[in-house]
């Protein structure tokens, strides 16, 4: 896995092999108002079950044709408030629904999309989409203004460099973000709008393989207080001869420093799994000198067969100094099971493809809708 801030990294690579993948995630969070947003962009989604059962299926010669990336690009938009889910969103579609290009920076699918506008160094974000599923239409226009960027690179080392391209940009480690979003409930045209002044962060990945024929799991997460900023990185890989990818970089806001610490000693406790939900830590310690970052997942905001994303909360020990409740979002990744073809079916209950009926996510929608509105 290399890890890089280059900007020009984070234009569209366009990547042609089966199977390859490329996102751009932002998210924003406003913590006084219980707000948090996370909206990414799929030039080649690795999740779909649907490009994973054709990359399958090609690999094993029952169909002709590859699959292409561009065949099966996507945009998800998730809002929760108080901890709580209010719009989960994950939409697929072929080449057609899909625009970018190697001179600027941005992305369409659909009617949603980002730019960047380098003269003002800012990221502009319209989305704009139906969920018939759930009976919601979303329209919202965001700001994305880095506070900060960071220089940095590593290549991976692993197999003396020879090795299949996953890469990780950090691209903006802290925004200010603001901007609103608009809920449409029902048939009526009466919508609820919501400002947003928070704190953002982005970043941008690819790899040219499927994430499950090389990484075994990756944990990651971000946070923001007062003192410092935080972003730790952590993915190990099938290969067990394979060395893992462990970085921690801290700011202090105070001096306007950061660190950044590599190979961090890491560990894991308090496991737990799910039905559909992989094997995982929900306390984790990463620890470099006398910094020790200990992670407390403790409220799942999404849960997947593949991933959960938590809201956490954050210790840090850091020369001499302790700081307890710090607030974040963190992220676990397990990919294996994208080969399973019963956990591909349940998968689909999430994703909405383009021009293929699906009853289970029919089904799934129809339930949570209506587990919505008893909770009201």
Not at 231 to 252: E, G, T
Not at 259 to 275: L, P, Q, T, Y
Not at 334 to 362: A, E, T
Request: proline share 4%; hydrophobic share 35%; glycine share 6%.
């Amino acid at each position: 896995m290399n890890i890089t801030t280059e900007r020009s990294q984070e234009l569209w690579h366009d990547l042609q092999e089966p199977g390859a993948y490329e996102w751009w995630y932002f998210d924003a969070e406003d913590k006084k108002n219980g707000l948090s947003i996370v909206l990414i962009w799929f030039g080649g989604f690795p999740f779909s079950p649907y490009y994973m059962q054709h990359y399958e299926e090609w690999k094993k010669g029952k169909t002709a044709g590859p699959p292409f990336p561009s065949n099966y690009s996507g945009f998800s938009f998730q809002l929760y408030e108080n901890g709580k889910e209010t719009v989960n969103f994950i939409r697929e579609g072929s080449n057609g629904l899909f625009e970018s290009n190697r001179e600027e920076i941005g992305v369409r699918f659909e009617q949603n999309r980002f730019t960047y506008d380098q003269e003002q160094d800012e990221y502009r974000i319209s989305v704009d989409f139906s969920f018939p599923a759930r009976t919601r239409k979303i329209s919202a226009t965001l700001v994305f203004k880095p506070l900060r960027r960071v220089i940095y690179s590593k290549k991976d080392g692993n197999n003396s460099g020879h090795v299949p391209r996953h890469q990780w940009l950090l691209s903006v480690p802290r925004a200010a973000v603001e901007g609103s979003i608009d809920i449409t409930e029902g048939r009526s045209d009466i919508s609820r709008r919501i400002h947003v002044e928070a704190d953002g962060y982005h970043d941008h990945n690819l790899g040219t393989m499927p994430m499950q024929e090389y990484i075994k799991k990756w944990y990651w997460g971000r946070a923001f207080s007062e003192e410092f900023d935080l972003i730790y990185y952590v993915i190990f890989f099938k290969n067990d001869h394979y060395q893992p990818v462990s970085l921690l970089m801290l700011h202090d806001n105070r001096s306007n420093q950061m660190r950044i610490m590599e190979d961090v000693a890491f560990s894991e406790h308090n496991f737990s799994r799910g039905v559909f939900s992989p094997l995982h830590g929900r306390v984790l310690e990463l620890r470099h000198g006398n910094v020790l970052l200990s992670i407390h997942q403790h409220k799942v905001l999404d849960a997947g067969p593949f991933y959960l994303r938590f809201a956490s909360t954050i210790s840090l020990r850091a020369d001499g100094e302790h700081l307890n409740g710090i607030s974040g979002i963190s992220e676990f990744l397990n990919p294996s099971c994208l080969r399973s073809k019963v956990m591909r079916f349940f998968i689909k209950s999430r994703i909405w493809r383009d021009g293929v009926p699906s009853i289970m996510y029919n089904q799934y929608n129809y339930i949570k809708n209506h587990f919505d509105w008893f909770r009201k």
